[in-house]
């Protein structure tokens, strides 16, 4: 009684609710799909047991969503085989009965498990006949397959049984089998199909429809996720101008039940695109009825290729005939020569004429070019060697052109040469334009320079090489092989120029900047170009020269410069000898009213008047000085004597807040000056040093011999190479910055307040060091001091004092890694050019931070090479001091325009350290770089702890100690 209510309320429940209880309860491994998309819409609770799956998880989705290829397995073609299974289901309307196959499922944990499954795709009609649901049922065969033996029997297994389970186990390996050879099969026909842009179809004549596999899909841009289309909806695809002939030969076919239909026809794709298909099919009987079974490929690119290749043939022979270019074939077993029409009328031989050897083609060279176009053509025949080289023409209608002839060797599967062919080109216009534009920028020297707007190229000629030293091979193939070359500071100015006028409507252009050379000097250049323009205005084309005018401008500034002195030398000497004339009676006057006045007034004017008269003198003394008119009375002087002996004149100009030490030379050699006018430039050059230091510093005068090359002699025009004698005077005073330092020699120049200087000092000092054949040089920076260097020529000994350039020797470099830090953008590109010439590999910086970055993506750096007062929050003890705290192997060498003793006692470094002095030559720059990475690093004294400590970048402004004798204080360098 209680089972008949529980039934009565069961069948009481609405009837859906009922059947899907039953259809999930029921056995079996189902899944219920809607035809179009596949959609899941049920499934029964073994299926779900059997895939490790929820219901909610899957329903609603996608069977290839839930049930993916293994991205990670270059086997996995289960989606593919499934797809096309379901695509015949819905095409023919019958059931697909599936081989076994491999399809791993996705776990919940997202890893894949090998799985085999017998599968089974069954179409549920409804009453119009049309597929309303597919029911896909599948059985795991895994265990089976894996398994290949009978060893799942058990001895429990009854005999009845027993004999199932062999059976199905019997068929399972044989499925096994052939599911590998259908697998292989399969994957080679999807190779076909990969390879040759191919795709498979089925066609079924009594329902219209087709099923195509998933490489047509993408042959016909169609979405793999949409059904196949009708027979209807497949010729709507057809490009209208081949829809009638297609549908007439499918008509033929149909109707005349022929074996085979061909067609060859365009489609236009969802996006509009045209694309060219060709396929082929036939009639295949099944148990259903008669299918037509196809194939189809994608012939776009081969007829879009022959179109393009009929189109090239013509531009071909068009641009032979424009070009004067034809081309030439030899066979050479059987021999066989063959020329086209072109190269024939190249030859002056009527068209279709080819020679019948190559002894009578060769024989078409004038003489001297014979033996050169036989070897060539010998060396391509038994080497394969191919060829490309200019000769000249005789033709039997009297010309005698320029030709250019390439060959190239063509080889038999052993790599035998059995074809040698190549083109032929008439240059003799080029070669003519070519020879005259040479003749031309040989005959001006001019760098000339061919700018391609469309193409954005620049060409240059080879006076880039002659005039800048750089092989047209190094170049940036852009205008950045100009603009890279443009000193930093006219860069702006010079590409905002030369835009205007490309730009604008003007047609020529010209500007003056400083272009660098190789070596990473800049040179002073005048550029000019003309801009060729198109029929609407726009610039095509800009060609132009580039002139070195450096030695130019030198001259020009030389000439200034001599000049002026001229003009101050004729204005000196017009007036020199009347207004001494006039000061000799005024200082006599003078000096004997001083005498005979008693009056104290009237003495007072005659002791100014007298002093008056003297400062006069020092005037034009000083002015012939400068215009280098002054009497001079050279003899051999020993400079280290000299300054000695005026030491106490030097220590009582100077106050007693300024401390004095004198470094000399004790290997000094000796100078043929005129010793008094060297002490009046000492004492000037001192009295501007103790003006300088208003509230006290450190004076330090040094002597050295030094050695001016031919690379510093390049630079400084007056200079000879050779030996020198050095005198150098560095102060701790206010410095001075770059423009003051290039007029502090001019006459009448001064920083000084009015009435505290007249102008004259350096200018005299500047005038005096000239005459003697010397060199003069400048080193300041502002709050740091100044160093004025004076270099007299070196005299060999007392008897032999003309001076003579010393043998130049040849610096030593190397190929290790050198880091410069440098703030001065001229010498730093300078230093990395002469570093570079000299084999090391440099990197560049101009800063302290910078150079430590540096250090940290370079580790194979050896030596730290930097300047000592650097901007930046960082000196260059500062950066040395940190570099070696990080790197304790870096070797570190220090640059500064201070002498070593200078600045070792101004407290900027400490003793020991290796210190290369501004400005130096090549060969001391050199021989200090090796030197130094040659030194033992354990050796070096690089200071410690203590002198750390007492370090200081800025000296202080307390007054040092005083030494009040008179005799200097010497430290001899040893």
Known sequence: MEWS??????LNQPMESLYKRLFKASPGKILVLEPDRFEIIAVTDEYLKATVTNESDIVGKTLFEVFPDDPDDPKADGVNSLFASLQRVVSLKAADVMTIQRYPIRLPSGAFEERFWSLVNSPVLDEFGMVEFIMHKVEDVTAIVHENSFSILTESTDSKSRIALQDIILQANELKQTLSKLQEHEARIRTAERMLNLGTWEYNPQTGSLNWSRQVFDIYDVAPTQKALNVEEYFAMVHPDDREASIAIYQSFIEEHAPQIAFEHRVITRDGDVRYVKGVGEFHLTPDGEIVVGCVQDITSFIRNRDKLTQAEYLLRLAGEKARLGGWRVELDPLVVTWTSETAAIHGMPAGYSPPD??????FYVPEFRELIMGAFERCVQQGEAFDVICQLQTPDGRRPWIRAIGEAERDTQGKVIVVQGAFQDISTLREAQERFQLISKATNDVIWDWNFATNQVWWNDSMTDVFGYSLSSLEPGPESWTLRIHPDDRERVLQSIHQVIDGEDNYWQSDYRFIRSDGQYANVIDRGFVTRDGQGKATRMVGSLLDVTERMAMEQRLRESQKLEAVGHLTGGVAHDFNNLLTIILGN?????????DPNLQSMAEMTLSASKRGAELTRHLLAFARRQPLDPKVTDVNQLVEAMWGLIRRTLPENIELEFIPDPDLGITEIDAGELETALL????NARDAMQDGGKLTIETSTAVLDRDYADRHSEVIPGEYVMICVSDTGIGMDEDTVSQAFEPFFTTKAVGKGSGLGLSMV?????QSGGHIKIYSEPGEGTSVKLYFPRAGSAQQINYQPVKELFPEGGTEHILI???DDLVLKHLEGQLRS??????????GPDALKALSVHSDVKLLLTDIIMPGGMNG???ADQSRAIYPKLKVLFTSGYTENAIIHHGRLDPGVDLLSKPYNRLELATKVRRVLDKDLDATTYGDSSSSQDFEIFPSKSQPKIDQQNLPQRRDRN
Not at 5 to 10: E, P, R, S, V, Y
Not at 358 to 363: D, I, N, R, S
Not at 590 to 598: D, K, P, R
Request: charged share 20%; hydrophobic share 50%.
């Open 684 to 687: 000037n050059l001192v009295v």
């Open 877 to 879: 003890r500062e950066l």
């Open 5 to 10: 209510t529980a039934k009565m309320d069961m």
């Open 821 to 823: 830090a440098e703030d």
């Open 590 to 598: 003078a000096e004997m009213l001083s005498e005979l006045v008693t």
């Open 358 to 363: 190559v002894a009578t083609a060769v024989q």
């Open 838 to 847: 000299l084999g090391y590999r440099v990197t560049a910086v101009t800063s």
């Open 766 to 770: 500047f005038g005096f060091t000239k």
